[in-house]
Every structure is written in structure tokens, then in C-alpha cells.
């Protein structure tokens, strides 16, 4: 079959600007194959090239005692003791959940997943972060049912617990819905699979479901704006097939058993073309390919589409020729393709033959290294404005219009779609704080929670930034959990504008001086840019995705607080109302600037919390909503009323960081209380669980209505 | 007791089943679906949760037709127990050791939370743990667990006293709440809740383990 000519519109097509397609000339010396232009586009686009951020993404703390493999790998790995370790990452599917809510969706999950179990980790929990424009935007209701939908279907069909999430509405998504999928997995820490090939000649052995034409140019589509012809890309957003990927992962930790497998890369964006790169790139050798052992789903595919194919549930390996056999016998019990699709070679060549035809010959090691590099000019996100005046409500009004609101409701609606017990070691189910599983077999724990508020990041990104890292860590303190590490999915608009750089660059400062402070390096992550509609980019997202562990069952603590028990407050509490859930639920005002983070008393405030277990019934993190919020959320959670003395709107709606509301016996009080003087942190005593309403100051409302309208707001909005 | 856990492709409750029977003091051997006969001196087949074949045709239709599933059938009309969570429920009455099928639930999404079921019956190896009409928290977790028979046969399962748990806030649309029956000769139990998934203080309730220590129980007295 003869290829299209070369032509610059082509070239542009393939999201390469003349510079790039210039750079591209001086690499190669002649003017390249279709295929090969397909493989370069493939190869720098934003998606896989990280060109825009990776100068900044440099500068993260990624190491500590604890980090086992920093960045760079598929996910990030971190011991958690006894020679075992936690593997993890989230990962964005933005663009196709907006054309393709189910699908886009549900293969952003299996993506993810994949990232895991290609190390060798079994995953033992999910999580998901969204964000939907407003509940009123036609689209939005649609997106969140297909979202929703595709996270539960592939999750719950391949059997990982989903026990933790968010979920957002702000128009700022109506045109641009974000889906963060975080995975975590479990292995034995000498027992990593990492991508790297070793030896010539080696055998390369493609596994999995078989390709087809779906996502052909989806990293490139991922990485482009979006405009009116969107729906012409629905046919680049893949199909998932949980129950391959269930089999794919099964065979694959059975394989490892083996010492069958010298390297592994599951095959994500750009399929075969990254995953063929990088595991040569990483190993020094070049690889050659025969597409004609592809297996291959659809008739007369070209070399272009099975290089760019994005077909899912596929993994490519280099093998040990000597257990070919052993290997083979697996994924054939698991009816899975297995084929010898090409080998490594000594030279520096990445060498696609199809047919009697050379369809590329590139230098690899240019190829994975040479993609463009850009310190994108940025200007400083200038200093938010004044709050202003705030208009007069009463705090039990204040609370309705929270807790009335989609973002503030209930999230049933959500997350009972979910399996959140699958595994059937899951201790603290998704809906309060962080969620909690159990390392299997051991007494050890695992927590997990994913943070971030845009608006802060919007209003002040170095602030915002630091705050998400420092909510993801209170939230693991909050459950009696020792954070770890983290991983970012950094969500931004347009990197060519030098204001949407500036959010990116004071978001990556927030979070590297939050990240040291508290000693969670960020282990793995994903960028995903160019979250724009007709030229209107996205609130700055960057979602934190957090792990922490507790040694055993008796460092947990609780959410439930119990009828009687007081409710104090960890921390000093100022009434910072800027950017607040309040000023942007009860008014629609996204005025001030977002709350200061000190990371000495996150610090040593969450140290305290864990230090004084023994004495706390319960425990959650302030943040957006403030105090009111979580006392209410929690009272609820437990079916007690609640009693808060201040009736004051900044005091009960303020959201000042480094602070927790706990529950305590009456008995343990005093201790709490000297405990807190002892170590220097402000412990006051707020309010009291019990009864059957819900009291700010001399306001109340009984408990059970305001919990009707707390469960029935989200479905109401989007159901 | 000896117990065989069953995985077809698409399983994903069989390890979460068979901890459970483990820990009630049972000798589990794991059976793959493509064996042909069980082994020797098994007391009790148990089909588990997941998504056998992905639950793309109607869910449990292909794994009903396994290889595994002749020796399944035998060890039944032997009198051997068989015991069938969520996806197991749907695969035993595919297999037609079970009558009624399960259908998509009422509300067309999947649910998965903690509910209060009522022990209907004690009268079998699998319930005589509980006390009759107890109330137990067992969570749930699926798409398709929306009980139906035809009336002769709802009549019958009623008259035989062979509903084993009912909903006590009915989830799914299931008929008469049902959310777990009995073979005629009560050694089958398919039921759409996990109790495996309440079975350790950890888990937030064990109701669930009773299920296994009753059988467990009967079982080492048989």
C-alpha cells in the first residue's frame, strides 16, 4: 500500500510545528516515512513528551528513604517495610471522557491499572478524581452518569477496590471534564519489574487483546485543545475490556513467577511505539519489529495504524527465550495472544518492517530523547484581590447552601456505583476522609486520598499548591496513618500562554516546598495541558494522590464520633473566608486570596494527631467548608446531632489550614488538652456530638432534615 | 469440612471466599475452570463473585457451560453442598441448580453498600447459625441482582420454606426481597450478598462469618 506524501499540511495534522518538523529533518537527514511520521508525532506530542513541563517537573523532591523508584518508571514505588512495597500513580483521561464519557473513562481506569500490575504489583485499591462543569451545562449530567458508569464497569469488573475519590462541578469544565484515575498496588519489593531490556536478540513478545484501529492519534488528540469538530474524534477514544485486562493481569503476575520476563511496558499512549522505544532507549539497544506477527483484530491494517494504535489491555515483554515455552503455556490458559512480534538488536536502530517493506528505520535512542524541550515564557499569577464584603447569612443558611450544593453533597450517588469492598479487605469504605485497606495478610495498613482546590490554585497557585499536598496529608494524619509519598496528575490549561504557565509554575513551587516540608516525596505522576474549550482554559487542577501506612489495626482512627463526645479543634483558627466553599456556594464569589499553608505546623499538628490516637474517638481534617462542614459530616456519618458554641460565620466557615476537628470521650479531655500545651499546639474545645440537631451558636436545625437534603442534592443535580 | 473454590476467568471474590472458608477451620483446595472433576472428598463446591467471561453474554451463561461445571452437577445430585455468592448465585441457576434468574437491577446501576438482610430460614446447614428473622448487615455489590421466578415457582420456594435471606430495604427490585434461595433438598444456597465481606471484626461486621461457622458446624457433624 502506498503512503500519503509528505506535505506540510500533514505535518501539521500531526500536532508537529514547523520547528519541530524542522528539528525532526536534522535528526533523520532526509524527509521522513508516513509511518515514521506518525511515530515521531507520536513520540513529542505533549502527552508522552512532557515538553512544556518537564523543565519544572525536574525541580519535585522524588527521593527519600522510603522511595524505591522515583519518576520515570510506570509507577512509582515505596517501601512500606518487611520487604514489601506499595507501587502507584494517577493518571489523566481528560480528553476522551469528554467525547467518550463511559469508554474515555473506563480505559483512563484500565490504564492506570495496567501502569500497576506492569511492575509486578498486584492493585489492592482505586481512587478517582473528577471534575464536571456546572450541573446546569447540557453536557454535564451526561458526563457525570457515562463518567461515573466507566470508572465503576472497568473497576468493578477487574476487581480493585475503589475507596476514595472526588468529585467537582465548576463552569470552568463545562467544556473540558477532568477524569484522575489513581491506582495502587502491592508487591515484594525485590520483586519489581521495571522497563528495561537487557541482552541482544532477545525475543520481544507481545501480549494481551489484539490490536485494532481504536485510538490511532489519541496522545496527539490528548494533546490539542478542544473546538467545535469534537465529535469527528470520537473514533480516536478506545474501547476497554476489563475482563481481558482481569486475564491480562493474572497471567502477567504468573509470568513474572517464572523468570520468563527480562523487561515489560504495558502499552499506553502511542501503544507499541512508546512501549517498543523505551524499553530499548532504557536498555541501550534497538529493536526491531514485524508487524506481521501483530495480532491484528481488524483486516489490512497498516504499519501507520498498528504504530499508533491505542488498542487496550496489551503489554509488550522481552523475553528469556530459554522459558518461551513456560511462558507461551500461561497465556494460552488465560486464551491471551502471545507473539513473537520482533527482537533486540545491538545497534542504535528502531527498525518496523511489514510485509517485504521497511515502513521505518529511525536512530532510537534520538527518537526517545530528542523530543522538543520548552522553557515556556510565564508570567507570575498577580496578587489576588480583597475578599470584599461579604453579605450577611445565618450559619444553619450558610450550611444548607453548602451541603445543598453538588459539591458539598453526599457522594452515595457516586460511589455506591463503585466496588469499594472487593478484595474484602477494605476497612474505611470511600465518603469520610481517606480510605483505607488492609496489606493482605499482614497487619500493616495502607491509606489513600486524593486533594486539591482549584480555586485556591486559581487565586494563588504557590499557596494553592502547597495546600492540596498538605490536605492529602492531613487526611492520612486524620485516619492515624503515616503519609509516604505522593504522586500529582498536574491539570492545566494552554502551556503556550504565559499566565496558564505561571498557574503551572507556581502550582509545581507550592507543591515541591509542601512535598519536602512533610516528607512525601512525589513518586510518579501525569501532565496533562491544553484543558481548554474555544480558547476558555480549565481552573488549575493539580490533584494530589497521597499513601500513607499504619503499622496495625490499633493506629486507626476512627470517623464516627459518639453521642456526648466533645468536639475540639487542632490548630489555630483565624476565619479565612477568601476563595472559600462559603463566598463560592452561598454567593457565587471566587474573591481573596487562598488560605496561608505553614508547613512547620501541618507538620507538627498532624505529629500531634497521630501522637495522641489513644485519646481521640475521631478524627477529620478541616478544609473547604471549614468547621461547620466537618462537624456536620460528621455528626451525620455517626447519626448524632451536633453542638458548635460559635454561631460566628468566619469561625465555623473560615478554612484556615493545618487544623483538624476531633471527638473526644469527656474523660480524655483534660489529657488532650495538656497534651496540646505540652507539645505547643492549640487544642480548644469547640462544641459537643449528641441529640438529634445540628447547632451553630444559638442557630439549629434538626439533624435529620438537614441530612435529607445533605443525600438527596447530588442526584437531584445530576441523577 | 473440605471446600473447593471455584475461578472461572473474570472471578474476582475467589480468594475473598476462600480466606473465609479458611478461616471458618476449612481445608480449601482452588479449582480453575477448565479442570473436569473436583477433588477427592470435597463437602462443599463454592462458586465466587466477579464477572465470570466478563458478563458479556447474561451474566454466569458461559461459565455455567465451563468443563469443571459436569463435576459441579454430579457432586450436587450426590447431595453434595454448593454455595454461590453474586456471581456464583447467577452461574447455579444458569446451571440450573438453582430455579429463577437474576436480572438487571430495578435502578439500572451498580450497587454496592452494606444492607440489612433477614434470615428467612434457619433450617439449613448454611443458616442454622442464626437466630430465625435475625437481622444482619452483609454488604452488596453488583448489577444484576434483581431476583425473578414465575409464580409457581416463587409459590413453591415460599411453601418450602427455601428463601434463605430476604432485603430488608429491597435494593435491586428483587421479588418478595429476595436476596438468597435454597435447593429443594437445601444444600444448595445461591445468595447476591458477600458475606465473605463480613467475616472479620476488620470488615466493620461479621454477620457474615456465621454463614461459614454453621457450615463449618454442620458439615463436621455430617
Avoid at chain 1, 492506570?112 to 456546572?134: C, K, Q
Avoid at chain 1, 450541573?135 to 475507596?163: D, I, M, R, W
Avoid at chain 1, 505553614?598 to 507538627?604: G, I, M, Y
Wanted: glycine share 12%; aromatic share 6%.
Amino acid at each position: 500500500m502506498t503512503e500519503p506524501a509528505i506535505t506540510p499540511e500533514l505535518v501539521a495534522a500531526h500536532g508537529l510545528k514547523p520547528d519541530e518538523y524542522e528539528r525532526l529533518l536534522g535528526i533523520i537527514g532526509r524527509e521522513p516515512t508516513f509511518t515514521e511520521l506518525g511515530i515521531f508525532s507520536a513520540m513529542w506530542n505533549e502527552h508522552c513528551s512532557y515538553k512544556s513541563s518537564k523543565k519544572w517537573l525536574r525541580t519535585l523532591p522524588t527521593t527519600g528513604p522510603q522511595v524505591i523508584c522515583g519518576p520515570g518508571e510506570n509507577a512509582g514505588v515505596v517501601d512500606i517495610g518487611d520487604g514489601q512495597a506499595v507501587i502507584f500513580k494517577m493518571e489523566s483521561h481528560n480528553h476522551p471522557s469528554y467525547i467518550e464519557p463511559h469508554q474515555g473513562a473506563a480505559t483512563g481506569v484500565g490504564g492506570i491499572l495496567r501502569d500497576v500490575f506492569t511492575m509486578g504489583a498486584r492493585p489492592i485499591a482505586a481512587m478517582n478524581a473528577l471534575s464536571f462543569g456546572l450541573p446546569s451545562h447540557p453536557k454535564t449530567a451526561h458526563l457525570v452518569k457515562g463518567v461515573v458508569e466507566g470508572v465503576g464497569s472497568y473497576g468493578n469488573a477487574f476487581g480493585v477496590p475503589t475507596v476514595g475519590g472526588e468529585v467537582r462541578f465548576h463552569r470552568s469544565y463545562n467544556g473540558n471534564c477532568l477524569v484522575n484515575a489513581f491506582a495502587a498496588g502491592l508487591a515484594d519489593a525485590d520483586k519489581i519489574f521495571y522497563s528495561v531490556a537487557s541482552g541482544v536478540g532477545m525475543p520481544v513478545v507481545y501480549l494481551g487483546a489484539k490490536t485494532g484501529r481504536d485510538g490511532v492519534g489519541g496522545a496527539t488528540m490528548a494533546s490539542a485543545e478542544f473546538d467545535d469538530t469534537i465529535e469527528e474524534k470520537r473514533p480516536t477514544v478506545q474501547v476497554g475490556d476489563p475482563f481481558t485486562e482481569k486475564r491480562l493481569l493474572e497471567a502477567c503476575l504468573e509470568l513474572m513467577q517464572t523468570g520468563a520476563v527480562i523487561s515489560i511496558q504495558d502499552m499506553g499512549a502511542a501503544g507499541l511505539t512508546c512501549s517498543a522505544v523505551e524499553m530499548g532507549d532504557k536498555g541501550k539497544l534497538g529493536i526491531k519489529l514485524q508487524l506481521d506477527d501483530v495480532p491484528q483484530r481488524e483486516a489490512a491494517m497498516t504499519a501507520y495504524e498498528m504504530m499508533l494504535s491505542e488498542s487496550q489491555e496489551r503489554m509488550l515483554m522481552v523475553l528469556n527465550p530459554e522459558l518461551e515455552a513456560v511462558a507461551r503455556a500461561i497465556f494460552v490458559k488465560w486464551d491471551l495472544d502471545f507473539a513473537i512480534v520482533g527482537e533486540t538488536i545491538p545497534e542504535d536502530r528502531f527498525l518496523i518492517l511489514h510485509g517485504n517493506e521497511v515502513k521505518a528505520d529511525l536512530p532510537l535512542s534520538k527518537l526517545a530523547s530528542s523530543a522538543p524541550e520548552y522553557d515556556r515564557p510565564w508570567v507570575e499569577t498577580p496578587a489576588a484581590g480583597p475578599t470584599g464584603d461579604i453579605p450577611a447569612i445565618g450559619p444553619i443558611e450558610a450550611l444548607r447552601a453548602l451541603i445543598g450544593s453538588p459539591n458539598y453533597a453526599h457522594k452515595a450517588w457516586v460511589y455506591e456505583q463503585y466496588d469499594s469492598m472487593v478484595m474484602a479487605d477494605t476497612v474505611r469504605s470511600p465518603g469520610l476522609g481517606a480510605g483505607v485497606v488492609r496489606v493482605h495478610g499482614t497487619p500493616k495498613l495502607l491509606a489513600f486520598t486524593s486533594d486539591v482546590t482549584p480555586r485556591y490554585v486559581k487565586a494563588n497557585p504557590v499557596e494553592g499548591g502547597k495546600q492540596a499536598v498538605a490536605e492529602a496529608y492531613r487526611n492520612l494524619c486524620a485516619v492515624g496513618a503515616r503519609p509516604l509519598a505522593t504522586t500529582d496528575n498536574l491539570n492545566f490549561g494552554n502551556p503556550e500562554k504565559p499566565e496558564i504557565m505561571g498557574q503551572f509554575v507556581g502550582a509545581i513551587k507550592g507543591i515541591g516546598a509542601a512535598v519536602a516540608a512533610l516528607d512525601m516525596p512525589i513518586v510518579s505522576g501525569n501532565v496533562s495541558l491544553y484543558n481548554e474549550t474555544d480558547g476558555v482554559g480549565i481552573l488549575p487542577t493539580p490533584t494530589i494522590g497521597a499513601v500513607g501506612l499504619l503499622a496495625s489495626a490499633d493506629d486507626l482512627i476512627s470517623g464516627l464520633p459518639r453521642e456526648g463526645d466533645m468536639a475540639l479543634v487542632i490548630g489555630t483558627t483565624h476565619g479565612h473566608l477568601g476563595q472559600s466553599a462559603l463566598l463560592a456556594e452561598a454567593f457565587g464569589l471566587e474573591t481573596g486570596d487562598a488560605p496561608e499553608v505553614d508547613l512547620k505546623a501541618e507538620r507538627k499538628h498532624g505529629e500531634f494527631l497521630r501522637a495522641n490516637r489513644k485519646l481521640l474517638r475521631a478524627a477529620t481534617d478541616l478544609s473547604d467548608g471549614g468547621l461547620a462542614l466537618a462537624a456536620f459530616e460528621m455528626a451525620e456519618a455517626a447519626k448524632t446531632g451536633v453542638w458548635l458554641e460559635s454561631g460566628h460565620i468566619s469561625t465555623l466557615f473560615g478554612e484556615d489550614q493545618a487544623r483538624y476537628l476531633v471527638a473526644c470521650d469527656i474523660a480524655d479531655v483534660p489529657d488532650l488538652i495538656e497534651a496540646g500545651e505540652k507539645a505547643g499546639v492549640k487544642v480548644a474545645q469547640v462544641g459537643q456530638f449528641g441529640g438529634s440537631s445540628v447547632c451553630f451558636g444559638t442557630a439549629s436545625a434538626p439533624l435529620e432534615e438537614l441530612s435529607g437534603l445533605y443525600r438527596s442534592a447530588f442526584a437531584k443535580a445530576v441523577g | 469440612m473440605k471446600a473447593a473454590v471455584l475461578t472461572f476467568p473474570g472471578s474476582n471474590c475467589d480468594r475473598d471466599l476462600a480466606v473465609a472458608f479458611e478461616h471458618s477451620g476449612a481445608e480449601v483446595h482452588r479449582v480453575w475452570h477448565k479442570d473436569t472433576s473436583l477433588p477427592e472428598g470435597v463437602d462443599i463446591v463454592a462458586v465466587p463473585g466477579g464477572f465470570s467471561f466478563g458478563d458479556y453474554l447474561r451474566c454466569g451463561a458461559i461459565a455455567a457451560q465451563s468443563p469443571i461445571g459436569a463435576a459441579v452437577r454430579a457432586h450436587a445430585q450426590r447431595g453434595g453442598y454448593v454455595l454461590g455468592i453474586c456471581n456464583g448465585f447467577q452461574v447455579l441457576t444458569e446451571m440450573g441448580l438453582l430455579p429463577g434468574a437474576l436480572m438487571r437491577n430495578a435502578g439500572l446501576k451498580f450497587i454496592c453498600k452494606t444492607v440489612e438482610l433477614q434470615v428467612a430460614t434457619t433450617d439449613s446447614a448454611f443458616t442454622n447459625g442464626y437466630d430465625k428473622g435475625a437481622r444482619v448487615m452483609i454488604p452488596v455489590a453488583h448489577h444484576d441482582g434483581n431476583y425473578t421466578a414465575d409464580a409457581e415457582t416463587l409459590a413453591r420456594l415460599k411453601g418450602e420454606d427455601r428463601v434463605a435471606f430476604t432485603y430488608s430495604d429491597n435494593p435491586n427490585g428483587s421479588v418478595d426481597a429476595i436476596a438468597g434461595i435454597l435447593s429443594d433438598n437445601r444444600r444448595v444456597l445461591g445468595m447476591m450478598p458477600h458475606p465473605e465481606r463480613a467475616s472479620e471484626v476488620s470488615h466493620g461486621g461479621t454477620d457474615g462469618s456465621v454463614l461459614f461457622r454453621s457450615l463449618t458446624g454442620a458439615l463436621a457433624l455430617a
